[in-house]
């Protein structure tokens, strides 16, 4: 990692909107991601999670807004940007065809620094499957996958969005440890997620958001506490004291999101 | 952490990730490499140059047929074979006969004037019942069969086939693969990394040059083998050509390539590109068959410069100068199409 002012944030962004057509995806959101801090973006599905993530990861354009990603513009010096992002995607289905270090060595020949395939592979516990074709990968094996092309560059900021979701709690606990190991040698991560007790381990600070805009912003434990102290909890209840979940229904209601 | 300069360039890892992926799938390398052979086989054997083949000739049963079969029968290169007079038409529809002899003074044929080898079969059986009528013969003509290596049709059905397999190839294989790349967001992935975004359909290009060796090499040697079809040129004009062609393929394909969400839609526009060069750039038949106006169209098509550059070098031995028009033409092909993707391309 670049040695920096430690007071530039990793993320800023100023009045982001972007619509797709009548719908509103993000509605004027300001985000500051600090850095060597791991920020959480929670919110119900279609929030605008996805959408913001990708605008910060200049594959979306927004509409209107400021984004700083290190220091940096998109649209001025992508490619010197990108060799200092990791990203994980939602939807990215890598190569069945291919072996996971072919994978590995695929996306470590477009950075110019970064790890060996090997020491990647170490990295996301994966060296024992580094001959396996990734069609032949369990769920939690192909998620540690995204993250080592994520890391093979050993990034700056890392952007993961929903890095845990269809994961079973054996590679959940894996993937987060594999985080903290990440964040401890210096990273800033930016991960959006829909589980609290995720959010509560890994983040510093979490924004909720709902209907793209920023509802709530903290850490974990502050945004507890001022729940306790607007609606304590309820005595008979079996839980001694109110989760990020809790905080998470008291700020985007209760009712179902589908779409 | 160790520090290292990037350990092999983007372009080769791509071009290897390509060729993998490939060579892992049974079935592509199916259609691509057996299945033209096996194309190429089965037209080979139906158009072999053949001895004399006979014609057949059906006479209608009633007074004066046995004097008409006996007549034909004896003529050499008729088989005779009798119809029932409500099956003739029917007949001569399925091909069973070429043509129909109705006895009477004098006889009536009936054939399919749409049909060359009807029209000829009414020659034959003409010729043979005047002749047993009393009809002299003025002279005998001398005949010289043309079963000479390069002047046969299968000499000219060869580089079509190839022509028209490295066009379909190329497409299908580099459609399919970025269209399904883009399905499964792998390009949405890779847009995200400091890849040039050019060294991505340049890799598909390459990629498909390393098939074209096993492909044309297969195709050709095949072909001089089994039916002794000459490569008169030299080999290096020859692999310039399959090099040059493939490339305006790629091209073309990554064209096509360049937006589509989904397979099925892929599939439409490469029909819907393909088919028309398969019918009017000279693969089964010549091209020149079709109206003058359209020939200019005609020849501008990459098809029809492959096709007619290939024939150039195999049969006629021609130079890289002499095919230099035809070069030009899919150069300019591969050129544009790439431009045009790279400016289009849809990565997410």
């Known amino acids: ?259 | 952490m160790t520090r290292r300069e990037r350990p092999t360039h983007p372009l080769i890892e791509l071009t290897l990730a390509r060729v993998l992926e490939f060579v892992r799938e049974p079935e592509a390398v199916f259609w691509v490499v057996v299945f033209p052979l096996a194309l190429a086989l089965a037209l080979g054997i139906a158009f072999r140059t053949k001895a004399d083949e006979p014609v057949y000739a059906g006479v209608i049963d009633g007074a004066g047929a046995s004097e008409i079969r006996t007549a034909l029968t004896s003529a050499p290169g008729i088989t005779v074979r009798v119809v029932a007079r409500d099956r003739a038409d029917a007949a001569l529809r399925d091909g069973a006969v070429q043509v129909v002899v109705l006895p009477g003074s004098p006889p009536t044929y009936r054939y399919d004037a749409t049909r060359p080898e009807s029209r000829l079969a009414r020659l034959a059986v003409d010729a043979a019942l005047q002749r047993a009528a009393g009809r002299a013969d003025v002279f005998t003509a001398g005949q010289q069969r043309l079963d000479v290596i390069g002047a046969r049709y299968i000499d000219w059905l060869i580089p079509g086939l190839l022509g028209m397999n490295i066009m379909g190839t190329g497409m299908w294989s580099i459609g399919f693969s970025v269209v399904y790349a883009r399905a499964r967001k792998v390009l949405k992935r890779l847009a995200a990394t400091p890849m040039a975004r050019r060294d991505y359909l340049l890799a598909q290009m390459l990629a498909r040059l390393v098939f074209l060796a096993v492909e044309a090499g297969g195709l050709l040697g095949f072909a001089a083998l089994v039916f002794s079809v000459p490569v008169r040129g030299s080999l290096i004009t020859l692999t310039v050509l399959l090099l040059v062609g493939a490339s305006a393929f790629s091209g073309l394909g990554l064209l096509v390539a360049s937006r589509p969400r989904t397979t099925e839609v892929a599939s439409g526009w490469m029909n819907f590109v393909m088919l028309p060069m398969w019918v009017v750039s000279g693969v089964f038949f010549s091209s020149a068959l079709f109206p003058e106006a359209t020939q200019p169209l005609i020849h501008a098509l990459p098809l029809t410069a492959l096709n007619d550059a290939l024939r150039a070098v195999m049969l006629d031995g021609a130079s890289a100068a002499a095919i230099g028009h035809e070069l030009a033409i899919l150069g300019g092909w591969g050129v544009v199409s790439f431009g045009v993707a790279l400016k289009v391309f849809r990565w997410r």
């Open chain 1, 1 to 259: 990692m670049t040695d920096r002012a430690p007071l530039q944030p990793a993320v800023l962004c100023r009045g982001l909107h972007k619509r797709y057509g009548d719908v509103v995806a993000v509605a004027g959101l300001d985000l500051e991601v600090r850095a060597g801090e791991c920020f959480g973006l929670l919110g119900p599905n279609g929030a605008g999670k996805t959408t913001t993530i990708e605008i910060l990861e200049g594959l979306l354009e927004p509409d209107a807004g400021d984004v700083e990603v290190l220091g940096m513009r998109w649209g001025a010096d992508d490619r010197a940007l990108r060799q200092r992002l990791g990203i994980q995607l939602q939807e990215t289905q890598l190569q069945e065809k291919l072996r996971v270090e072919e994978i590995v060595r695929l996306f470590r020949s477009f950075y110019e620094r970064g790890p060996s395939v090997s020491e990647v592979l170490e990295m996301v516990e994966l060296e024992p499957k580094r001959r396996s074709y990734v069609g032949k990968l369990s769920g939690g094996q192909k998620q540690r996958l995204a993250v080592a092309c994520a890391l093979v560059n050993e990034p700056d900021l890392l952007f993961l969005d929903e890095p845990t979701t269809g994961l079973d709690p054996q590679s959940r606990r894996h993937l987060w440890s594999l985080l903290e190991a990440y964040r401890r040698r210096g990273g800033t991560i930016l991960l959006t997620t829909h589980y609290m007790d995720e959010a509560e381990t890994l983040c510093n600070r979490v924004a909720i958001v709902d209907h793209g805009r920023l509802i709530a912003l903290g850490s974990p434990r502050e945004l507890i506490a001022s729940l306790e102290r607007e609606a304590p909890p309820r005595p008979q209840s079996a839980v001694p004291s109110a989760t990020l979940e809790d905080v998470f229904v008291a700020h985007t209601g209760r009712h179902l999101r589908d779409d």
